[in-house]
């Protein structure tokens, strides 16, 4: 497992292309999971200050998810049980508009068939963004249209939208999110960590 995480820390395939972005930074892999994990959160790439702090969602967005899952920072970040495993390691850096880059699809196909192998107590999945809902759920719908089928996953697992601040009108807009997803959420949740 430390060799696994070593060999991911080590990662320097996307060099060249981050390299190539407008932020012009270095790889900085931030692999974060436990074989004895018992909930995924499979998000999409870390953002600037997950590059900056080696410790994925210490931020706004962090903040925001945990308040969704019913957890507190203590909970989120025991790697004994909550493993987040992105579609890629690295933050991908910004385009010259100052958007995000996608996650460069070599890191999945990489990493993850390993480090899935790791992880054989996972009891929930929580699959945010689009990026991860295709791979994950093999779905092509829109993210919206994958959340609000959120109970066609269950039990195991649970689609939501990116918990960042840019994505406050979109929760305004669909404010089921809140009233029928977060409890069926919360509940998961618990039921996954108590196991």
């Known amino acids: 497992m430390t060799d696994l995480t070593d060999h991911i820390r080590a990662c320097r395939l996307c060099a060249p292309r981050f390299a190539a972005t407008a932020t012009r930074h270095a790889p900085r892999p931030v692999p974060w999971f436990r074989p004895s994990a018992r909930l995924l959160i499979a998000g999409q790439a870390p953002g600037l200050q997950v590059h900056e702090k080696g410790r994925p969602f210490d931020d706004r967005s962090g903040d925001r998810l945990r308040d969704w899952l019913g957890v507190d920072r203590d909970t989120f970040y025991d ?60 779905t092509r719908n829109s993210m919206t249209e994958t959340v609000r ?9 649970i689609p939501l939208p990116h918990p960042s601040w840019r994505n406050t009108g979109w929760l305004r807009k669909n404010p089921w999110f809140e009233t029928d997803l977060l409890p069926v959420l919360r509940e998961q949740v618990k039921e996954a960590l108590d196991a």
């Not at 690295?90 to 993850?112: E, M, N, R, V």
């Not at 089928?149 to 697992?157: E, V, Y």
Request: with cysteine.
């Open 79 to 138: 790697l004994d049980r909550i493993a987040v495993v992105p579609m890629a390691f690295c933050f991908p850096g910004y385009d010259a508009t100052g958007s995000d880059l996608p996650p460069p699809p070599i890191c999945a196909a990489t990493w993850h068939d390993r480090v899935f192998a790791t992880l054989p107590d996972l009891r929930l999945r929580v699959v945010i963004g689009a990026h991860a809902q295709r791979w994950h759920l093999g």
């Open 149 to 157: 089928a959120f109970r066609d996953h269950l039990p195991g697992t």
